[in-house]
């Protein structure tokens, strides 16, 4: 069947992946990136794809309401998958401002274009379809109940490894009450909450995901885990915030992406879909693996950058622990991570390494310069 599917993000670091997966996999299909290439944004995450014929790339902020309302009639789009947003906690406690306006304004301007453009057609909202990837954050923060750890309810191939402990008896599941602690969280949240309403209100084919820390490649070194590699490589401090106590549940990055593909194709309008692998890690252990894997693929001494671990001061608000429990997707949808999470790490700690020039680039702000010099010559 022949679509038009607007991804939005889509050079971000999910976003990139989403948008290799459909590319590659429905040629059929016409894949519109919209991104606004905010610093978060490279176009080198899709270096591999930009050729495709099935592929354009198309610069544009979604808060603009008339550029994306005149896209989507332009291209008849027939399915969004929105994953534009400001994802960095730390940066929204230092400009909230930012968060509420791409996650918030720019969602209600994307359902306000899709909700128009859709109702003028004569089939109405019939086979369309605009799925928001949220975040688990949106719960809040669940208790550390087993600081030493208990067997969690059930074991994915992310969690068969060998650690796969859970901190706690509360898992987020999807009709837990949202308390968001972060502005990007509230942000979040208030996205989400808009487009549930776009459904309830006016019959908006909507799907909303929720889903736990992404690790992998083309991630922005802001994050812990690309962050922490490279300053490992160049024996630079790590910052612990706190006492690395807290608690995160990692996927990855192309578990999600393939957890998207089969949500947006399969799922259930108007439903919600928790994505996680219950593959729970304290910071300070995945710091440590961090550490051994890099110095073992650097062909450094065991233990020998142990002492770059430097704790400060916590995160404001920080959130003690996330455990996501995606049982319904997995049962719903038959959808299972397919990596153990130490192949994960090792996939994600090498591709770092042998793609020093992407991290370069990104780091010394070499990637924001391509796109004025593009921007300049046309
Ligand atoms: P990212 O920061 O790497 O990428 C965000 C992308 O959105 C960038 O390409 C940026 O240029 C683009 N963008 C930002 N503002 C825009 C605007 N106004 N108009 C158009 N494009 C804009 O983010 P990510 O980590 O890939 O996250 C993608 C989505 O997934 C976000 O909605 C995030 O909340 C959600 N999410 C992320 C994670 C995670 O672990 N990273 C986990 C769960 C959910
Ligand atoms: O849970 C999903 C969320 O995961 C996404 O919605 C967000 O977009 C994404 O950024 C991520 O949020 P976190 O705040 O959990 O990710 P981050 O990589 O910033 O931090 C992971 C943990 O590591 C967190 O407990 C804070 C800690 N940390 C982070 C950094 C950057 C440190 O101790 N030191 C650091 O320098």
Redo the contacts with the bound molecule.
Sequence with gaps: MKRTIII????????SHVVRLFVNKYPEYHIIN?????Y???LANLKDVEDKPNYTFVH????DFDTIYALMQRVHVDGII???????VDRSIKDPFTFAK??VM?TLSLLQAAKLYWESLPEGFEGKRFYH????EVYGALQMTHPEGIQPPFTTKASSGEHHLAYGEQFFTEDLKYQPHSPYSAA?ASSDHFVRAYHDTYGLPTIVT?????YGPY??PE?LIPLFINNIRHRKPLPVYGKGENVRDWLYVED?ARAIDVIFHRGTIAETYNIGGFNEWKNIDIIRVLIATTDRLLGRPEGADDDLITYVTDRAGHDLRYAIDSSKLQRELGWEPSLQFEEGIEKTVRWYLDNQDWMDNVTSGDYMKYYEDMYKNR
Aim: net charge negative; hydrophobic share 30%; aromatic share 4%.
């Design positions: 939005t993000g889509g050079a971000g670091f999910i976003g919209v991104d606004k290439l905010t978060a944004g490279n544009a902020d979604i808060c929105h994953l534009a947003a400001e994802s960095h791409t996650n720019g990837i949220s975040t688990d979040k929720n889903c736990s820390n992404n991630q922005f994050k999600h």
